[in-house]
């Protein structure tokens, strides 16, 4: 049934509704540009796959809410796997240092560099919302000291320095799924 297809039309018939569809969910025009770009080489390439059971119009339409979902979830996944990847991070006064390992996001050194600079300002973002003492404990955790080195360098009990360790990493993981989007 691909012969009701008119794939020649479709630039000059639904590009401007596609467009305008893209750009209520996608706040970069070119980004909105290159989906629906994408949605018509799909649409172009799955031609032989149309039934006929709906328009074109709601066809190229299903397949952009596709390539749009693709998008969003291209770009959180993105964000998580920084986070995922990293192995190696290293604690100096109240900010943290993130170092990218081999296995990061991208083998390209410039976009991982940004990524990595994204997620650390994150991170160091979500310390502030620590207490003075989940922060000592967090450093002094993330820096591989025990809990025995910890609670007598603070002056504290195992169990306030196991409380004040747990409440420290709920709040970074609750503010980092929210900045960072780590809830996968």
Not at 120 to 136: A, D, M
């Amino acid at each position: 049934m691909s012969a009701q297809l008119q794939p020649e039309n479709w630039v000059n018939q639904y590009e401007t509704y596609l467009m305008n569809y893209t750009r209520n969910r996608i706040a970069d025009p070119n980004t909105a540009q290159d989906i629906v770009q994408d949605t018509f080489l799909a649409a172009f390439k799955n031609r032989g796959l149309f039934k006929g059971n709906a328009s074109e119009k709601t066809w190229l339409t299903a397949i952009l809410k596709n390539k749009i979902v693709d998008h969003y979830r291209q770009a959180n996944t993105f964000k998580g796997k920084g986070l995922r990847k990293t192995v190696s991070f290293s604690a100096f006064g109240s900010e943290h240092h993130l170092e990218p390992t081999e296995d990061s996001y991208e083998n390209n050194p410039v976009s991982r560099y940004i990524h990595f600079k994204e997620l650390e300002q994150t991170l160091n973002e979500g310390l502030k919302s620590l207490n003075g003492v989940e922060l000592k404990v967090y450093h002094l955790q993330s820096k591989g000291f025990d809990n025995d080195y910890i609670c007598d360098k603070l002056s504290i009990s195992k169990s306030h320095c196991w409380v004040a360790l747990h409440r420290a990493r709920r709040k970074l993981k609750a503010y980092l799924n929210t900045e960072w989007d780590l809830a996968s």
